[in-house]
């Protein structure tokens, strides 16, 4: 783990320090996470009535169903395209905002930004009034060029709407993050280069995107666990996984079949499967990284 | 930034009481009137007027207030009133909707069945007052009253007028068979009013479920699942199927358009894209705030070589289960507070407003005296189409547990026949096979 | 590095009003849909300039909360208030607990703190609503339901921040911690007096983040609720959404959308500078 030379000596204080944040974490993460990983063996009804252990059955069901994968091949695909969408976005908007004078630059700012302020819940009700097939402006626009919008029918189309929308916000927060990252970078390193000759698209590549590595590494973390994770409120607002499952994601699943659907057993199953392959990527990411990462 | 994070503290601090002073609802039960918390999914005007129930009821007496408290969607109130159960925090009343119906009943002790809770009260009730196609939904094999309906309607027609001049149809006639409604689309496409012919809102309650009691067709076994949980879908019989062949081909005609789940295809309609849609009779106020053109409204149609079709169709909406774990003093005023919902002043108020159907025949005579009908033409199409026939053990009622899961494999097998991505009787066969499953899961969470 | 030629200013320009106006354009809609009446949002084309029912429609939006028969549910005001307590209070909560956890992390060998670490990171990756149901359970066992403190906890098991902060604390030179140990500073002094004033813009940027989290926030207050007295704002907007088998009031449903989100964008555009600042210094 990077860490620093020089530490303080003090046995007791930082145990004292982490421990607001151990106890939250422990009664508010881990003794739910605890439970959900019990539940996974039981088969119970909702109204926790009637209980049974019944060992791997749930598990045996998950992998059995062949709907499953599909999920798994959804969820990998969504979150591919929002993080590439919203990572080039942002980029290629605070690069463009970056190379104006300040003064003109901050103007732009302050409204890319916006978006980033509005709940996930609230913006899937945007989305869903913006593509409304026929009636809304989106799609109208669509129309005129002989597109045949139907999202509620045609699966890919609601899987490009769901991740337009989840993109949109996640385009704000990337702007941030870049345009800090631009700011960071000592103006005599770029300005040496310009005069070195080296083009604008040079300077870009070989000199800024280097600089900006951590960042972008660090972006790329947060976009990956915004999509996989975060998108399930749009996905609800605007699909509700469908039409036929074609947006339907590993988290969206977990919260329609124990949220919506009751079933316990079965999303508890779910969950853990998540949490276990999150944490082994986990452990890989970190492994291999950690000497890079920001 | 010293200062800052002292103000920082000094803010925490401020919160902390906030902290502490929680648990406002138990504590004034001694001194006030007793508490009762009914927790519902009426949003909008529907909640202004749900929470100007509470008023009426609270200021028509002094020992009882009632408080509504909205708990977002249908599914939404029905979870948080399950995870309240089970820490067992739960209110007295909970609203939930029609398909949540097999799990309530499945509840055992978690809730108290209407008829019950009168009895053990000693609250005057007669099941006879309430309209049987209403209650019937709601209801143990015996008849006794579960759940007291609340907000009940069942899918209609909707066609809009001026398309049907402009297609030179009779404005005044709406289409009685699906022969009909394929033969009035062409017209209405043709002529150029419309884009598509017609659509269709909560598809699987409408073409499945409603479909199949307006046929008089059972769409599982025992009884639509009113005699036990072993019961199995049929929904892949020949009715059904050719039904769906017809959708999908019409879908791709361009008669029928396919407008998503729920009341979604609501858009279609009011913007003029197409010149008629199924969907539920209380969709009848908001159809009227957001079209602009007169809209007239009829009976489902059927197809007429089937013989008892038209029966009557069936309800959706929810009902109001009383949960259990409360003290009988409490239970009294939930008794107290059902009858003064159900009586014929409140009821036909509520059905007036919201376009929901009066659950009792008070009510209903009520509105015809009250002229309402009169004046708003194609209220009652509703009320007609329920109490067409007598309903049978097809058009009783619907009763699975799981319901919630197995209408979204419905709707998935419908989506996937009307793509073109499965034929309607693959697309329909898959779905029986997930919804037995679902079944059969819940048979076993069940016993 | 700065674009100085007049003519790469303006395509400059063009292509950000190009892109702003296709970012911001989902906001423009939602403004437009809150000044009309619903039969004309309902319309195709839906108008693209604002109508005339700007005063009725938020007039509406706002005492809707009130106007509910008064006595349950709750008022707008009072909707916002706990909205502002929660987002205050999360933000305030994740803010002190994740430095005092990063401080402990960079500035301490102790054991078991690999463990921490990690434990640590595994909660970037659930989102509360994964967990709902037990989390519920849980707040019910310690009578914790309905109240802010069961509002607020449960938001704030997660890692974001902490990893913030030790990245901040990372990249602080060694001999500011050499000086003041000279100086005769113990750790408490040095976090307090040097350490905190250091890494105030990470802080502000955090306090940026974690505002919008919370105020954003809508399944936990709405399952954790069980009066309308600790409803917060976007519980209320949902539960104007949720009618279910009727049309929502949509031109309404806009105003109380834009009423809402009025405080979190407030307080990015406020904020902006010292949020990009706490970002950069972070990269140092």
Redesign the interface.
């Given at each position: 783990m990077v860490s620093k030379q020089i530490v303080f000596k003090q046995k007791l204080l930082p145990y004292l320090l982490i421990l607001p944040e151990a106890v939250i974490i422990l009664v508010f993460f881990f003794w739910p996470a605890s439970q959900a990983v019990l539940q996974s063996f039981f088969r119970e009804d909702p109204w926790g009535l009637s209980k049974q252990f019944v060992g791997i059955a749930n598990y045996l069901t998950l992998f059995s169903d062949e709907g499953y994968l599909k999920v798994i091949l959804t969820t990998l695909y969504l979150s591919s395209v929002v993080t590439v969408f919203s990572l080039l976005g942002g980029l290629v908007f605070a690069w463009l905002v970056f190379s104006l004078p300040k003064k003109h630059g901050s103007m732009y700012q302050t409204l890319v930004i916006w978006p980033y302020a509005v709940a996930p819940a609230t913006a899937g009700v945007v989305w869903l009034f913006l593509f409304n097939p026929r009636v809304g402006i989106a799609a109208l626009v669509l129309e005129y060029f002989n597109v045949d919008w139907n999202y509620v029918l045609n699966g890919s189309q609601a899987l490009l709407l769901v991740s337009l929308a989840a993109s949109w916000k996640r385009i704000s927060y990337n702007f941030l993050f870049f345009l800090a990252g631009f700011m960071s970078i000592p103006r005599s390193l770029v300005e040496s280069a310009v005069v070195d000759g080296a083009g604008r698209l040079m300077v870009f590549r070989k000199v800024i995107l280097p600089l900006l590595n951590p960042v972008i590494t660090f972006l790329l973390t947060m976009n990956l666990l915004y999509s996989v994770f975060d998108t399930f409120g749009t996905i609800h607002q605007l699909t509700q996984g469908g039409p036929n499952h074609a947006t339907e994601t590993l988290v969206y699943k977990v919260f329609s079949d124990g949220f919506l659907g009751l079933d316990l057993g079965g999303s508890s199953a779910q969950s853990v499967v998540i949490m276990t392959a999150v944490i082994i990527i986990t452990v890989i990411q970190f492994k291999f990284t950690q000497r890079k990462v920001v | 930034m010293r200062k800052r994070l002292l103000l920082a503290g000094a803010l925490m601090l401020c919160l902390l009481p906030l902290f502490a002073g929680g648990s406002q609802e138990q504590v004034s039960a001694q001194d006030g009137p007793i508490e009762i918390f009914w927790w519902h999914a009426m949003g909008g005007k529907l909640g202004e007027k749900v929470d100007a129930i509470a008023a009426g009821f609270n200021s028509s007496q002094a020992v009882y207030k009632l408080i509504p408290v909205n708990k977002g969607s249908y599914a939404e109130t029905m979870t948080a009133g399950i995870a309240a159960f089970r820490s067992g925090t739960q209110p007295h009343i909970m609203q939930v909707f029609e398909v949540g119906t097999g799990s309530m009943m499945a509840a055992g002790k978690a809730i108290v069945p209407v008829y019950e809770l009168m009895k053990r009260t000693g609250q005057a009730f007669n099941s006879a007052d309430y309209l049987s196609t209403v209650t019937g939904y709601y209801t143990d094999p015996k008849g006794n009253m579960l759940s007291m309906p609340f907000n009940s309607s069942t899918p209609i027609l909707y066609y809009n007028k001026e398309a049907f001049k402009a297609a030179g149809l009779d404005p005044e006639r709406p289409p009685k068979t699906w022969a009909e409604v394929e033969a009035y689309s062409k017209k209405l496409v043709a002529s150029g009013a419309v884009k598509a012919g017609f659509t269709t809102a909560w598809p699987s309650w409408l073409m499945i479920e409603n479909f199949s009691a307006w046929h008089d067709t059972p769409i599982g076994t025992k009884s639509n699942g009113f005699e036990g949980k072993d019961a199995e879908f049929t929904i892949n019989n020949p009715l059904v199927v050719r039904h769906h062949e017809n959708l999908a081909q019409w879908q791709k005609e361009g008669l029928f358009r396919y407008g998503g789940r729920q009341g979604n295809a609501d858009a279609l309609f009011s913007s003029g894209e197409v010149g008629m849609i199924f969907n539920s009779s209380a969709g009848y106020a908001g159809a009227k705030a957001s079209c602009d053109f007169e809209f007239g409204t009829g009976m489902l149609p059927y197809y007429d070589d089937v013989k008892g079709a038209p029966r009557n169709s069936i309800i959706g909406g929810a009902s109001l289960w009383v949960m259990g774990g409360h003290s009988e003093g409490e239970y009294k005023g939930v008794a107290q507070f059902l009858a003064y919902l159900s009586s014929p002043e409140v009821q036909a108020d509520w059905h007036q407003f919201t376009g929901y159907l009066p659950i009792t025949y008070a009510a209903y005579d009520l509105s015809k005296k009250q002229g309402f009908y009169q004046k708003n033409p194609g209220t009652e199409t509703a009320l007609l189409q329920m109490t067409l026939n007598a309903p049978t053990a097809n058009s009783k009622g619907l009763r699975f547990g799981n319901f919630v899961q197995i209408r979204d494999v419905f709707n998935s097998a419908q989506e996937s026949i009307f793509s073109g991505e499965k034929s309607a009787q693959e697309g329909l066969d898959e779905a029986v096979r997930q919804g037995n499953a679902l079944l059969r899961k819940f048979e076993a969470d069940n016993t | 590095?700065?674009?100085e030629n007049k003519g790469?200013?303006l395509l400059?320009?063009v292509?950000?009003i190009i892109?702003?106006a296709l970012?911001?354009?989902?906001?423009y809609?939602?403004f437009v849909?809150s000044t009309h009446n619903?039969?004309a949002?309902?319309?195709?084309?839906?108008p693209?300039i604002p109508g005339t029912q700007f005063i009725v429609n938020y007039a509406r939006a706002i005492a809707?909360g009130s106007?509910?028969?008064?006595?349950?549910?709750a008022s707008g005001a009072s909707m916002l208030k706990n909205s502002a307590?929660m987002a205050?209070?999360i933000t305030?909560?994740k803010?002190?607990?994740?430095f005092?956890?990063a401080?402990?992390?960079?500035?301490?060998?102790?054991r078991g703190?690999?463990l921490?670490?990690w434990?640590?990171?595994?909660?970037?990756?659930?989102?509360v609503?994964?967990?709902?149901?037990?989390?519920?359970?849980?707040?019910?066992?310690?009578?914790?339901?309905?109240?802010?403190?069961?509002l607020?906890?449960?938001l704030?098991?997660?890692a974001t921040a902490?990893f913030f902060y030790r990245?901040s604390f990372?990249s602080i030179p060694?001999e500011l911690?050499?000086a003041a140990?000279i100086d005769g500073a113990g750790?408490?002094r040095?976090m307090?007096?040097i350490l905190?004033?250091v890494t105030?813009t990470t802080t502000a940027a955090l306090v940026v983040v974690q505002f919008?989290y919370g105020?954003?926030q809508?399944?936990w207050p709405?399952?954790m609720?069980?009066?309308?007295?600790l409803?917060t704002i976007?519980?209320g907007?949902?539960?104007?959404?949720?009618?279910?088998?009727?049309?929502?009031?949509?031109n309404?449903?806009m105003a109380t959308?834009i009423l809402?989100?009025l405080p979190?964008?407030a307080?990015?555009?406020l904020m902006?500078e010292q949020?990009?600042?706490?970002?950069?210094?972070?990269?140092?």
């Open positions: - | - | 590095m700065a674009v790469g200013i400059l320009h292509l950000c892109g702003v970012i911001l354009f989902p906001m809609f939602v849909a619903v039969q949002i309902m319309q195709k084309p839906m693209l809707s106007r509910m028969a008064g006595a349950f549910s307590i205050v209070g305030l909560g803010v002190v607990i994740a005092l956890a401080y402990a992390l960079v500035y301490f060998r102790f703190s690999t921490f670490f434990m640590v990171i595994i909660t970037l990756m659930l989102p609503e994964i967990r709902i149901l037990p989390t519920y359970k849980i707040m019910a066992d310690l009578k914790l339901l309905d109240t802010y403190a069961g607020i906890l449960p704030i098991a997660s902490t990245q990372l060694d911690t050499e140990m750790p408490l040095f307090v007096f905190a004033p105030r919008i105020w954003n809508y399944l709405l399952l609720a069980s009066t309308p007295d409803h976007l519980v907007l949902k539960a104007m959404i949720a009618a279910e088998e009727q049309l929502p009031e949509w309404i449903i959308t809402a989100a979190p964008v307080v990015i555009v902006q949020f990009i600042e706490g970002m950069t210094e972070k990269e140092k």
